[in-house]
């Protein structure tokens, strides 16, 4: 992907993709003044299927009560405006930083089950479970199994980003139901009972006043954050290590110097961003690096190459953890739609950085191994990492 971007983007800023029927971007500058402007690209279909669905899944989401609302990323102002008000309240810096401590916590306990080992997959032992626990704090959810949260995502990444076949859509949309549902019951307990959570902190908001917030754009609010909150983390975490691993003596410099962690993170976040690509929809006709496109056309904005664009990075292609302007990536978006979730993802991702590199300043790469990666439109990263945690 990163060497196809790299050989196109200096003469073709724009391409049409037939296969997915989207105008493809490029160049940072371009994506720098799309994503910002709502007043002539809709981020309405962010969320939508890339390949729609068959009737017959509709049919079942709506029999089964799925009521889920396009809310924060798949929205436009006044609407996005009033919604994002809201949940700032809650989703904010200071109120990550609250869960340092506990977000250590939970680092530390998956490193002790690691220890003793002579090889681990990375994925399972850490970064595929930890980043929905972190969710489960916001949400004060204290009594459910990760790896269900998790299963739900993938699923549901692979509904919208992917190109699952028919029987893979009607098993998906089944689960898809049931965590509906779970998010459903979940507000619902907090209305009876309120804690110091999302949850409970949108429904006070509230306060019964549907020009605030709505009940079902609460529920919606808190379905995207059980997968936007853990998903694009989880990948993120792992292309950091993957490639911090490939380098050992990038690795050791973190060990040798645990203040780096901060902006290896950043440069992490540049180099394999965990979301490739975003996408808008026209408003009006418009023109982009001089292609003229009409109203309504589908812009794919890659994320991924904006990162590693040379008008804005020296040698892009060079993974560096020392990169003084790394932090000016795009890995978030920008605008009014930038991640709101980003500070908690830093955080994280930093926390399991320096608790690793302490852990097992030795740790290295098992030899030969094959990487894949999550086969969607938009989200990126390796499926599994084999290590020896002791070198």
């Not at 978006?333 to 830093?346: F, K, S």
Request: hydrophobic share 40%; proline share 6%.
């Amino acid at each position: 992907m990163y060497e196809f971007l790299a050989s196109v983007r200096g003469d073709v800023p724009i391409f049409f993709a037939p296969e997915i029927d989207y105008w493809v971007v490029t160049r940072r500058a371009d994506i720098e003044k799309i994503m910002p402007d709502a007043d002539r690209f809709s981020a309405e279909l962010a969320t939508q299927p890339v390949f729609p669905w068959p009737d017959s899944v509709g049919r079942y989401l709506e029999g089964r009560n799925f009521s889920n609302e396009a809310v924060q990323v798949a929205c436009d102002p006044p609407r996005h405006t009033r919604i994002k008000k809201s949940a700032a309240q809650f989703l904010n810096i200071r109120q990550f930083m609250s869960y340092e401590d506990a977000i250590r916590d939970l680092v530390r306990g998956y490193i002790e089950r690691m220890r003793g080992q002579e090889e681990i997959d990375l994925v399972e032992a850490l970064t595929y479970e930890l980043p929905a626990q972190v969710v489960f704090l916001l949400l004060g959810v204290t009594d459910f199994d990760p790896k269900k949260i998790k299963a739900w995502g993938d699923l549901r990444l692979h509904m919208i980003w992917g190109d699952p076949n028919e029987h893979d859509l009607d098993t998906a949309a089944r689960d898809l139901a049931d965590f509906w549902d779970y998010t459903v019951d979940l507000v619902e307990a907090r209305k009876v009972s309120p804690q110091d959570d999302y949850p409970s902190k949108l429904l006070a908001l509230r306060d019964g006043d549907d020009a605030v917030l709505t009940e079902n754009e609460i529920k919606s609010l808190i379905f995207g954050l059980l997968i936007a909150g853990h998903e694009t983390t989880t990948n993120a975490a792992g292309n950091l290590l993957l490639e911090l691993l490939r380098r050992p003596n990038q690795w050791q410099a973190i060990v040798d110097d645990p203040s780096r962690a901060k902006n290896a993170v950043e440069e992490g976040l540049r180099y394999v961003t965990s979301v490739v690509a975003w996408r808008r929809q026209t408003k009006e006709p418009v023109t982009v690096s001089g292609i003229d496109l009409p109203k309504g056309a589908k812009v794919l904005l890659s994320l991924a190459s904006a990162n590693r664009d040379p008008a804005k990075f020296d040698e892009p292609e060079m993974f560096d953890i020392r990169r003084k302007n790394a932090q000016e990536h795009m890995a978030f978006g920008r605008g009014l739609h930038h991640c709101a979730g980003a500070p908690l993802a830093r955080l994280e991702l930093r926390i399991i950085l320096e608790e690793l590199t302490t852990a097992f300043p030795e740790m290295a790469l098992v030899d030969d191994q094959s990487i894949n990666f999550t086969r969607t439109l938009s989200f990126r990263g390796p499926n599994q990492i084999l290590v020896r945690p002791c070198g």
